[in-house]
């Protein structure tokens, strides 16, 4: 996506310890007008598929997730990073590391809002080891759903999440795919070639 990498390009930062800051449109202060062309492009890489559940992990994902979903006309579930008082007992769990916080979380996903009868879409802000996305992958399995893949606005190619998943048989579509990332610059993967 051309306006994706533009973006990027403009605003993001990079940032020390291989971190890419797009916070000022993406996951802090949103642009929701581009999250909306965002949304309107997973819509069109997936329409086809019969999405009617959109599933994401708090909280960088949500809003990426929300514009992706008014195109689907379904929900968004959102796997939390902590338990809490308001959430059924009954929940299906997986372990992600944060590369970004440096931790693990434990998603928690209700039962009563994934079942064998979802179609489900997985959408994130990031996939860069794919750590997130494999524990929503698990998630999924563990509730009989059925993927139809996972969609990430930025991919860190170089990190190999993207692969991992694509090698297992999961469709992965990346809007912007970074080849590398230096204090030189981002090189998008279509230009490495």
């Known amino acids: 996506m051309i306006s994706l990498e533009n973006k990027i390009m403009t605003e993001g930062r990079i940032a020390k310890g291989d971190v890419l800051r797009v916070d000022s449109f993406l996951n802090h202060k949103i642009d929701v007008r581009f999250l909306c062309e965002i949304g309107r492009e997973f819509h069109r890489l997936f329409s086809d598929c019969g999405v009617n559940k959109i599933l994401t992990v708090e909280s960088s994902g949500i809003g990426v997730a929300c514009m992706t979903a008014q195109f689907f006309d379904c929900p968004v579930l959102f796997a939390k990073k902590s338990k809490s008082s308001n ?4 929940v299906y769990t997986a372990v992600a590391h944060s590369y970004t916080h440096g931790n693990d979380n434990t998603l928690t996903v209700s039962k009563e809002y994934l079942t064998p009868d979802d179609i489900v879409l997985i959408i994130d802000d990031f996939l860069a080891r794919g750590e997130a996305l494999r524990a929503l992958v698990d998630i999924v399995s563990q509730s009989g759903a059925r993927l139809v893949g996972c969609g990430a606005v930025i991919e860190k190619k170089y990190q190999g999440g993207g692969d991992e998943l694509r090698g297992r048989g999961i469709r992965v579509e990346s809007l912007a795919m970074i080849e590398s990332m230096s204090e030189d610059g981002i ?4 230009q490495a070639r």
């Open 87 to 90: 959430i059924s007992s009954e």
């Open 187 to 190: 090189v998008f993967a279509h």
